[in-house]
């Protein structure tokens, strides 16, 4: 049934069939998350990344109201450069779809397309979570709602400081959402490699993260699990200067009455714009390095799923 709304990549196709690893990559974070041209060329680099560590890139988009999985580099070049690509959330999926919209995936949107395709494992940069005075805008990320309830591993660099770090963990704690540190005690916050919020657990190879993602889907226990990496040393930023970009974003977006699903977007680029591009710099080399663990962990599932 829900096949023939699926455009799977013919490569893509192929390795699912044939049981090999496939990492699933979103869209968001390149038509909504970074400029252009870094964008396209990160999204390319970072199929490369997945490809040299063993496992199939599929790129997660809409494009004329088609899901498709895996992009060609004209796909990828337009989701880059296009001016009409929607941010698309859960909510959004089927009128994209009836409207015949090009959309951008967020986490939670390529969370649902991947696990329709047979997806498990998803390297992105950071999770959308529960905002700073989220008690006032009720706005919490519908990426955390996805987590509690779709099969697939996101492999992030932890959250950034515009949300409400503490609350994020919490609400993933309530339903059921494991939340690791790769290598860290410390649940990362994106630029830089601390939050000052532990992780439920901290795991030191891919093998032992396939194992815990094996035993809980074997026992049904249906949901994502967040795999915090920390940004590596040498391209975390400075503690003080993100800091100070983050609140003086947050204080504009409210000035300036940012709603909904602006608020995310509005933000990061503020950020960007604050820090002369440095931002830009650290968020490239963690979804590089978000997608070398995600591929090691792919290859390491797929070996165990077929013992
Ligand atoms: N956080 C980032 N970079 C991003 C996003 C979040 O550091 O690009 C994107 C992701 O696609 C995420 C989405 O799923 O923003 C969350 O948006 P919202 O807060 O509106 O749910
Ligand atoms: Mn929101």
């Known amino acids: 049934m829900f096949k023939q709304y699926l455009d799977i990549h013919p490569e893509v196709k192929s390795a699912l069939e044939e049981g090999k690893p496939v990492v699933a ?19 390319r680099a970072v199929e490369e990344i997945v490809r040299e560590n063993g496992a ?16 060609n580099d004209e796909e990828l070049e337009y989701m880059g450069k296009g001016d009409d690509i929607l941010k698309t959330s859960r909510r ?13 995936t967020t986490v939670a949107s390529t969370m649902i397309i991947a696990s329709l ?9 950071g999770i959308g979570g529960v905002h700073r005075e989220a008690q006032e805008t009720f706005d919490i990320s519908a990426d955390l709602m996805e987590l509690a309830t779709t099969n697939v591993a996101v492999i992030c660099a932890g959250a950034k400081s515009i949300l409400d770090i503490g609350l994020t963990l919490e609400y993933l704690e309530t339903h059921g959402v494991p939340v690791v540190g790769f290598g860290t005690e410390e649940f990362p916050a994106f630029f830089t490699r601390k939050s000052g919020f532990g992780v439920d657990y901290k795991v030191d190879s891919e093998l032992e993260l396939a194992k815990a993602l ?8 249906k949901g994502g699990v967040v795999i915090g990496n920390p940004i590596p040393k040498e391209y975390e930023m400075d503690y003080k200067t993100i800091t100070t970009a983050i609140e003086d974003a947050l204080k504009e977006a409210k000035e300036k ?8 977007p509005f933000l990061l680029s ?28 792919a290859v390491e599932l797929s070996k165990l799923s077929k013992k």
């Open 25 to 43: 990559l979103e869209s968001t974070i390149i038509s909504h998350g970074m400029p252009y041209p870094e964008n396209i060329k990160t999204a």
């Open 56 to 71: 199939i890139p599929a790129t997660i988009g809409i494009l004329n109201g088609r899901l498709k999985v895996g992009l």
């Open 92 to 104: 959004d999926l089927p009128f994209i779809i009836a409207k015949g919209l090009n959309g951008a």
């Open 117 to 125: 395709a047979g997806i498990k494992i998803f390297v992105t940069g």
């Open 214 to 221: 094996k035993a809980k889907w074997d026992l049904n226990l």
């Open 257 to 264: 009455d940012i709603k909904g699903k602006e608020t995310t």
């Open 270 to 297: 503020k950020i960007k714009a604050i820090t002369g591009g440095k931002s830009l710099a650290s968020n490239i080399q963690l979804v590089y390095n978000n997608a070398k663990v995600g591929s090691k962990l």
